[in-house]
């Protein structure tokens, strides 16, 4: 859409963009966008208000509560939870016109397409996030548990502030609290919630450590687009506005200001977080993230643009302000009576909070309302205000948790009205009066600002105000006065107080005391029955209290278990716990007998587990009995076992040749091991001193006949030598060259270095001859930058150091002096005394001639113009000689490995387990091969397990291993290999080397009746470890390590934190020796050490070159260089300027070149700094000392570290200005081509260079121009499986069109084309049966390959196709029709010949994602390998360890998902070891922000999980109950429970996990799945079954015992057994409900989707999941109701038992202010007992609650009624949303929003139409796709397991029958897969 083209509306411009919403909450990492048309109607104007329609009917605490009581009041609560009145939607005022008006033009709910995304995965120790003040304070007040209609509870509303920032914090978050000024005006209509904004800014600066910002006066000026240029956030967090608090204003005005504010930051390009979702683990924190779209957010800000410009409208704050009532007017009154007051300050002891209330105070006295009442009325009341906030510093938090009184049903009349209205004016006063001391400096200085987070509390000034006045009425009656409830302590300084009010007050004003003055009417009789009512039901009975807490603890059974003795005995003994015999207990544990006697099922029966479970594919025991189909089974087993030999040799290379495996027998191994460490000994001795012992004759025979033969060979060799440079005379330079490499490997391998010296200096004459031709060609200096031919220079240098390096001792002095002569040519003088040590002038040159004296000019020409070590920086970074090992070892006849790499072996010779981290590419797997290959070695036991974390990488592994080792002869009914996924199983059990996934080990692991299958393990690999931390399954891979009964192997490229890891598992490894050694269970055939290795490797073997692919007219180049550094900010280099691993990232490592270009600038920007004299690359001492030829890498590394502390000493001298300069200069071509090029296509084409377009439009252009650089293969990375297939059918389109461009150019016509084609036929006909007959070399060829005519030759239009093809493909000449080729796309027969992957793998190109089917993918992985392919377009499948080395990884867009783990992962493709020197790195359609974020962010550190869960218990106690070897399946089940990886640094951490571990046994002892000795029964094994599923696991078999599944499951009639389609729908929806539980965010309702309809942007979907019927939901709630009790108890035993260490909660969580406690402070009993004895009647009892969060009337009770706990519980307790295994049936946000579950479950099983799914339901396309596939899976397993159970005619066993074959066939179909 033109500029001149902005829409109207919102409507108009969907309509055109054709955007369809996208709700999806957790898209699969490779998931794409796929868009549909969107028909809005643009009739319809009307704003969709995105607030859900109801909510929960009795919300668990309701707070929306009266003013006045915490008792059910009147007032009504509307479906919405909003009070009536409380907020006009219909208002027709202008304010509410105008919101309407503007929200026309901002985006719907439904157009913003966030994902739920873990937010500071990426964000960690790389830059800050931003809080939006105003949000973060809207969000707050919005939280449920919050009392806020009582006036503000201040310390309650700081208290969850902290909370929520001190949680961000620990979690390793940074960040900045920005507040805009002009937001102000959006809290002036609430005097409370103005103020809560005040305190809250000020508490932030004054009391926290935390950065608050309040200069910026608003969202769209310059200063916040400064700020955000200045701190490059990663993200900013905000609300949505979707909010019920009664602000005073129309909720379309509050939704739009923040709408508004939304577009403004967008405008900033910063990616946004939405506030409400916000989830917080022990470990991470989840939100809905929504990633900057250039394309989408440019049309968004035009729309809004236009709105404001052109129509002239002004900003919805800007009519908030114009509407708002004045500032205050009487600024100067209170500026004197607060310069009063501050004089006499000092004798405040409440600091500011004093003399701001008693300022309000003074100016509330005066005001016409109260002076036109009852004067005396509002003199009490103020008097009742300011004793409350006195009292505040009297009364600790425990005695200000009340139950407040109704002031409504109060037995005496008082205008309860005036209370509010007077609260109201002070808390408008105290605003401006805290602006005032602001503005005068006051705060922070002069004024003690501790008390700011308590600056009043609205519920003790009600409960004050009903106490006094109650009391006064009494008095009135006997003569006593209310002041008789205070002591002469608290009235003196009240009157205190009151005097000063006096003094600055322009009135008369009676004494403080009495408190009450105005006459107060009381009904005596009313009054006596609530005293009596409020003592009955107080809590301030200590026999009535401890009465409750023994029925609260009473709930627990008893049990006798070891292992819950042997985790948690301590902490049960001490609980109380019901008789054996109690009912309760007896009706809980046989239960599961009643429903056996029922409905016949046998309930106990133990279940086969998910490996019987599995598909075994090859089954030789299940053989078909069918003849015919028996001989294709074995037959494809057959091509199966070929394929898998092909697809293991592509793995491992060219060249490959198996591995001998001869089992040794066990003294053999022993005499090998003394055999090869005497050996090694005898190699130290001989290396020691110099062998001079005379040689005997038998040896000197051996050697004259060993030298004969080498003669001879080497004469032969001279032959050849010479046979070949006599044919090569006439031969190009290119083609000699090759030609000459090939002979020179042979000499290589047939050790004939004179020949070999020979043959390189002809090389090095014809790269002579080129560079001569070149740059007399050429015109200019060889030197001058962008030369073409300084490829041919660095051979030159590169040969010349081969020869010296490799046949030095055989270069006699004429050829020392013809290497020193080229070396001279090229102006490299300075390298000449490395192979002429005595110097001399003369000498020959190349060619052979004499050196003569030549003209400088002559010299200059072939000069490179640099010297030899920044030549060396420069050009030869990647050739430069790694320093490694030269001895051999002979367990590694390969190659010869780095000393890290022995220390692996050594590891598995000793039986130690390891830690390795190392790059990608530095050759850590191999230890793995060798460890594997020992236990083949050592016997045909022992199992190795190779653990990976995808199934892709298992299928690689599974083939290498093949590849490898089959040829070891195994015992009948064994195999070398196996593989288990949960999609199929082949040979799992039966092998010796297992292949399989973390889950699948765990299943086996945790398997009762799998030990004796465990105790054969040898060793467990480990593959990409660092997944521990990843979001989904990490705890697997924590459970594993703990679990395993052996030595390990953990590899990973990606670990921050391995020293932490180390130490955890070593500390593991030492309990399970100990546990060991108790049992005497120790294998002394096979003894294990119990050590614990780390071995860190830090160096990449390949340097990676990063470039921008920036395309621009005027530049040539449109592979821009970046340099590492220029994505750094001085705030990151300031920030970890003392941090131990260094200022610098410690992934962002430079090549010699960008070190060399580092220092050249530090130089341009201080070139008189002494100190860089030293570095220059001439002078620097390392170099200048080196003795060989060419710098090592070492030495380059070395250099770039001094570069590094040069810089950083610039820092500490404070030379900031100059670091930004040097950062700015290394960027600065960088950014100018990038705005260039942003301009171009933006002016020409409308195409954003960050946007989808940009990719599909330049796609060709850049692989056109790494072909053209020398590139390729390059994989090309996208997180959107939809867009790469797109990608790559663009590119055969393009290509496509080029070639019949260029056929034409060449004159081919279809005519010669249709001729040509045929007669290539025959002849690759032709040539077919010459091979044919070669291969069977019997007889006398009938057709010689001489006679068949060469395609050339056929016609010259053949040769044109070829060459035009040739040039528009990715393939490889002579490859694209190879017989490889051919044989690989058999593979793929069962595709169309038009099909895109087809048609993309001609041309060279290829997709691979997770939806294609194993042979197209393995297809693409091995024409890749072999380089049939040269560029592969792929999703993350391709990232975790997949062998496919290429040259350049590409990244194609951003993703939400690609952060720094992922990029580290996927760029480690690029430059692997032995293939490519160096790596390159394009960013393609990259925003600059998320590139910088990428490489300066460091890996996450691994925290660890938190670690149980009841399904996990259940394993546990299965395990140890029915294992076959018990004392080894105790001590793994200890050892897991006692030893997870979080409380490893938290030690105290262990207190609460052993209280949970009772928990959830007492849980499932409720559910009848334990008895009282802990032994399962009853259905724990299905509920083990679906263990991945908790708690849903749990619901379903709790619906089964209470017979809910047979009362719905009927047939149709009594003699049929087929269910309804009304049957089957309402299982898949209750199933839906429990196991596809996909939640949408809050703004989609029904309405919202009512209106999508409308529109006709939904066509089968339904999109909103429907609730549960009656009975189904009506039993969950129930089960629910017991499960929240049981937790409850659980918590209040937790707080209990860790009172004694966490002593009473009176400190903040991040400003540590401390409160009164029960203990100190309390106001003296003697001097105030009235008042005490008071209080404590309705004073609120509490143990898990938070002190704070009761001063808003929350209790123990409440807060297990309520759904958002976490942030209630008091600090010190552990929880989160999972801890305990509640179903919610409907989940809210934090602000009780309703989020609704996405129905695609039950759409697909109605319209059975997977494009629906993805149109309609928003899935995203692999998200979609393994979500069905999961749920199809689930009800797979629910029928397996119920056959099992049930009997075969039971009616629900007989429903899930029918039910899985109708879902899988319509899964099966929509797939093409075979049911």
Not at 521 to 532: A, H, V
Request: charged share 25%; glycine share 4%; net charge negative.
């Amino acid at each position: 859409m033109a500029e001149s083209e902005t829409p109207d509306s919102w409507e108009e411009l969907d309509e055109e963009t054709g955007e369809a919403p996208d709700i999806s909450n957790d898209a699969a990492t490779d998931a794409a966008d796929v868009e549909t048309p969107d028909t809005a109607d643009s009739s319809d104007d009307s704003y969709v208000d995105p607030e859900e329609a109801a909510r929960p009917t009795s919300p668990p605490f309701d707070s929306q509560r009266r003013l006045s009581s915490d008792e059910e009041s009147d007032t009504t609560v509307s479906e919405s939870g909003e009070s009536d009145g409380a907020m006009e939607d219909g208002d027709d005022s202008e304010i509410s016109s105008v919101a309407k008006m503007c929200l026309r033009h901002l985006p719907a709910d439904n157009y913003i397409k966030p994902q739920w995304v873990s937010l500071l995965h990426d964000f960690v120790d790389s830059e800050l996030f931003i809080i939006d003040g105003d949000s973060l304070l809207l969000e707050l007040l919005s939280e449920v548990n919050l009392d806020w209609v009582s006036g503000g509870q201040y310390l309650h509303f700081i208290f969850l502030l902290e909370r929520f920032l001190h949680t961000f914090q620990q979690l390793g978050g940074i960040f900045h609290i920005v507040f805009f000024g002009d937001m102000r005006v959006l809290w002036a209509g609430c005097p409370s919630m103005s103020l809560a904004r005040e305190v809250m800014i000020l508490h932030l600066q004054q009391n926290t450590p935390y950065t608050v910002t309040t200069y910026i006066p608003s969202a769209d000026s310059q200063d916040w687009i400064q700020y955000l240029q200045k701190n490059r956030p990663a993200f900013v967090a905000l609300s949505d506005g979707n909010q019920n608090l009664p602000l005073g204003l129309p909720k379309d005005v509050v939704v739009a200001v923040f709408k508004t504010l939304f577009l403004h930051v967008l405008r900033g390009r910063v990616n946004c977080v939405f506030m409400s979702e916000i989830e917080h683990t022990a470990t991470k924190a989840f939100g809905f993230y929504l990633e900057y779209y250039p394309h989408k957010m440019i049309k968004w800000l035009k729309t809004y643009s236009k709105y404001r410009n052109e129509g002239q409208h002004p900003s919805m704050l800007s009519v908030l302000q114009q509407n708002a009532t004045e500032e205050c007017t009487d600024a100067e009154q209170l500026r004197a009576k607060l310069l009063k007051v501050m004089s006499q300050g000092s004798s405040l002891p409440g600091g500011i909070r004093d003399i701001v209330v008693v300022v309000a105070c003074s100016q509330v006295l005066e005001q016409p309302v109260l002076t036109a009442a009852d004067p005396q009325v509002g003199q009490d009341i103020v008097r009742l205000f300011l004793l409350h906030v006195m009292l505040l510093r009297h009364l600790s938090l425990k005695q200000r948790a009340q139950r407040l009184r109704d002031l409504n049903k109060a037995p005496f009349s008082f205008p309860v009205e005036l209370l509010s209205t007077v609260r109201d004016q002070v808390q408008v006063y105290m605003v401006d009066i805290l602006n005032e001391c602001s503005k005068l400096g006051y705060i922070g200085h002069e004024m003690d600002t501790k008390f700011l987070s308590d600056i009043m509390d609205g519920r003790l000034f009600l409960q004050l105000s009903y106490l006094f006045l109650d009391a006064h009425s009494r008095g009135q009656q006997s003569g006593n006065s209310c002041a008789c409830l205070l002591s002469e302590d608290l009235c003196s300084e009240l009157e205190e107080l009151w005097a000063i009010v006096t003094d600055i007050s322009q009135s008369e004003l009676n004494p403080a005391i009495p408190v009450i003055v105005s006459p107060v009417g009381r009904e005596d009789q009313l009054g006596d029955q609530l005293e009596q009512d409020a003592d009955a039901d107080g809590f301030s009975l200590p026999d009535k209290l401890k009465a409750l807490r023994t029925n609260t603890k009473a709930a627990f059974f008893p049990v006798s278990n070891e292992l819950v003795d042997a985790f948690a005995g301590s902490v049960n003994d001490c609980l109380p716990h019901l008789d054996r015999t109690d009912r309760q207990v007896t009706a809980a544990i046989t239960e599961n007998e009643d429903f056996d006697e029922t409905y016949h099922w046998h309930s106990g029966k133990p279940l086969a587990d998910d490996y019987d479970n599995t598909k075994d594919t090859f089954n030789l025991e299940q053989l078909p009995a069918d003849k015919w189909e028996r001989r294709m089974f074995l037959k494809g087993k057959q091509k199966f076992s070929r394929h898998m030999q092909s697809y293991g040799e592509s793995l491992e290379g060219p060249g490959f040749r198996k591995v001998p495996i001869v089992v040794r027998q066990k003294a053999d191994q022993k005499q090998e091991e003394k055999e090869r460490k005497k050996k090694e000994r005898q190699e130290m001795a001989k290396t020691a001193k110099q062998k001079t012992v005379k040689k005997s004759k038998k040896d000197l025979i051996i050697e004259a006949r060993m030298k004969k033969e080498e003669e001879a060979k080497t004469s032969q060799m001279l032959q050849q030598w010479q046979t070949l440079k006599t044919s090569l005379k006439t031969s190009k330079a290119v083609k000699s060259i090759q030609e000459l490499e090939r002979f020179l490997e042979r000499c290589n391998r047939e050790q004939v270095p004179q020949v070999a010296t020979q043959v390189q200096l002809a090389i090095l004459q014809h790269l002579v001859d080129m560079w001569k031709e070149h740059c007399s060609k050429g015109g200019g200096k060889a030197g001058e930058s962008g030369h073409p031919n300084m490829k041919t220079a660095v051979d030159i240098v590169k040969t010349v150091s081969d020869i010296v390096d490799k046949y030095g001792q055989h270069l006699d002095p004429q050829q020392r002096q013809e290497l020193a002569g080229v070396l001279r040519l090229l102006g490299l003088s300075d390298m000449v005394p490395y192979i002429l040590p005595e110097g001399g002038e003369g000498g020959l040159l190349a060619d052979g001639s004499k050196t003569k004296k030549k003209p400088a000019e002559d010299l200059r020409k072939y000069s490179v113009q640099m010297s030899s070590n920044r030549f060396q920086l420069q050009h030869m970074g990647h050739l430069l000689k790694r320093e490694g090992r030269e001895d051999p070892d002979p367990r590694v006849p390969q190659f010869i490995p780095d000393t890290w790499q022995r220390e692996l072996l050594d590891a598995v010779d000793n039986n130690e387990s390891a830690l390795i981290v190392a790059p990608t590419s530095s050759g850590k797997t191999y230890a793995s091969y060798y460890c594997m290959e020992k236990v083949l070695r050592d016997g045909d036991d022992g199992v190795v397990v190779y653990v990976s974390p995808t199934k892709a990488l298992v299928n690689q592994v599974a083939a290498t291993v093949y590849a490898r080792f089959s040829n070891k002869t195994m015992p009948d009914g064994m195999s070398v290999y196996g593989v288990f996924t949960r999609d199929y199983r082949h040979n799992a059990l039966n092998c010796q080397i297992l292949v399989t996934v973390p889950q699948c080990l765990e299943i086996l692991l945790l398997a009762p009746h799998r030990q004796k299958w465990a105790q054969k393990i040898r060793y467990v690999i480990f593959d990409e470890v660092h997944c521990m931390g990843s979001e989904i399954g990490a705890e697997v891979w924590e459970h594993l390590l703990l679990l395993i009964p052996c030595p390990f192997l953990a590899l990973s490229a990606t670990i921050s934190n391995p020293h932490d890891l180390q130490s955890w598992l070593q500390s593991a490894k030492d309990f399970q020796k100990q546990l060991d050694g108790q049992a005497s269970r120790k294998n002394k055939a096979q003894p294990q050490s119990y050590n614990v290795r780390l071995v860190v490797y830090g160096e990449r073997y390949s340097d990676l070159e990063k470039y921008i692919y920036l395309p621009c007219k005027d530049s040539p180049n449109s592979l821009v260089p970046m340099h590492p550094y220029s994505v750094l900010t001085l705030k990151q280099l300031q920030d970890n300027l003392d941090n131990p691993d260094g200022a610098f990232p410690r992934d962002l490592t430079l090549s010699p070149r960008e070190t060399l270009q580092l220092y050249d600038t530090m130089t341009r920007v201080w070139p008189e700094r002494d100190s860089l004299k030293a570095l220059e690359a001439d002078a620097y001492r390392d170099f200048a000392t080196r003795d060989q030829l060419l710098i090592t890498k070492a030495q380059a590394r070395k250099y770039e570290a001094d570069l590094k502390s040069e810089l950083v000493m610039w820092l500490k001298e404070h030379q900031e200005q100059k670091v930004c300069s040097v950062i700015g200069v290394l960027k600065s071509h960088m950014e100018r081509q990038q705005s260039t090029s942003a301009k171009e296509f933006d002016e020409k084409h409308c195409i954003d260079i960050t946007g989808k377009t940009f990719l599909e439009d330049q796609t060709v252009d850049l692989l056109n121009k790494l072909k053209q650089e020398d590139k390729l293969p390059a994989l090309v990375f996208s997180f959107d499986r939809g867009l790469i297939q797109k990608l790559v059918h663009i590119v055969d389109v393009k290509l496509s069109e080029m070639e019949m461009e260029t056929r034409e150019s060449l004159g081919v016509t279809q005519a010669s084309i249709k001729k040509d084609l045929s007669m290539m036929r025959k002849v690759e006909k032709r040539e077919k049966r010459v091979r044919d007959k070669d291969q069977k070399a019997s007889g006398k060829n009938i057709l010689e390959a001489k006679d068949v005519p060469d395609a050339e030759q056929v016609n010259q239009d053949a040769a044109n196709m070829r060459r035009a093809f040739l040039k528009h493909s990715f393939v490889s000449e002579g490859l694209h029709s190879s017989e490889d080729l051919e044989k690989y796309q058999r593979r793929l027969n069962f595709l169309s010949d038009g099909h895109l992957l087809k048609r993309g793998i001609r041309r060279g190109i290829a997709y691979h994602h997770a939806g294609m089917n194993a042979k197209e993918r393995q297809a693409v992985e091995t024409m890749f390998r072999n380089k049939h392919l040269k560029v592969v377009v792929a999703t993350t499948t391709l990232a975790l360890g997949i062998h496919m080395p290429c040259k350049t990884v590409v990244f194609a867009g951003d993703s939400v998902y690609l952060d720094a783990l992922e990029y580290r992962q996927m760029s480690g493709r690029a430059g692997r070891r032995g293939f490519d020197p160096v790596g390159n790195v394009v960013f393609f359609g990259l925003p600059r922000p998320k590139i910088n974020r990428l490489l300066a962010a460091n890996v996450p550190c691994l925290t660890g999980n938190y670690p149980l869960t009841s399904s996990l218990v259940l394993r546990l106690m299965l395990l140890t109950a029915r294992g076959d070897d018990k004392t080894d399946a105790f001590n793994r089940a200890l050892n897991l429970l006692k030893h997870p990886f979080l409380s490893h640094n938290k030690p105290h951490f262990q207190d609460q996990l052993q209280h949970h571990f009772l928990f959830s046994v007492q849980f499932l002892m409720r559910q009848g799945l334990l008895d009282l000795e802990g032994t399962p029964q009853g259905m724990a094994g299905l509920a083990s079954h679906l263990h991945y599923h908790e708690p849903s696991n749990f619901v379903l078999v709790w619906l089964l015992q209470k017979g809910i599944f047979h009362k719905i499951c009927v047939p149709k009639d009594d003699s049929s057994n087929e269910f309804s389609d009304e049957v089957l729908r309402q299982l898949v929806l209750i199933l839906a409900n429990l196991f596809g539980r996909e939640f949408m965010p809050a703004f989609f309702t029904p309405e919202t989707v009512k209106n999508m309809q409308q529109r006709k942007e939904l066509s089968q979907s339904k999109l909103i999941l429907e609730d549960l019927p009656e009975l189904v939901s009506s039993s969950i709630n129930e089960y629910n109701q017991q499960t929240r009790k049981l937790f409850h108890s659980y918590l209040c035993t937790v707080a209990e038992a860790l009172a004694p260490r966490l002593g009473q909660e009176t400190s903040l969580p991040a400003s540590q202010i401390e409160f009164l406690s029960a203990d100190t402070g309390v106001l003296s009993a003697d001097s105030s007992q009235a008042l005490l004895t008071k209080l404590q009647k309705s004073q609120i009892h509490y143990s898990v609650v938070s002190s704070f969060a009761s001063l808003s009337g929350l209790d123990d009770d409440k807060l297990q009624e309520s759904e958002n706990m976490f942030e209630s519980v008091r600090q010190g307790l552990y929880m989160d949303r999972d801890s305990a295994p509640v179903f919610p049936l409907m989940k809210h946000d934090r602000r009780g929003r309703r989020q609704y579950l996405n129905s695609y479950a039950l759409d697909f099983f109605k319209h059975q139409c997977y494009q629906a799914i993805i149109d309609d339901n928003g899935l995203r396309t692999g998200f979609a796709y393994q979500a069905l596939k999961d749920f199809n899976m689930t009800i797979k397993s629910i029928h397996t397991a119920l056959e099992q159970l049930g009997y075969e005619e039971d009616n629900v066993v007989r429903a899930f029958k029918q039910l899985r074959q109708k879902y899988n066939e319509a899964f099966c179909n929509a797939f093409s897969y075979e049911k």
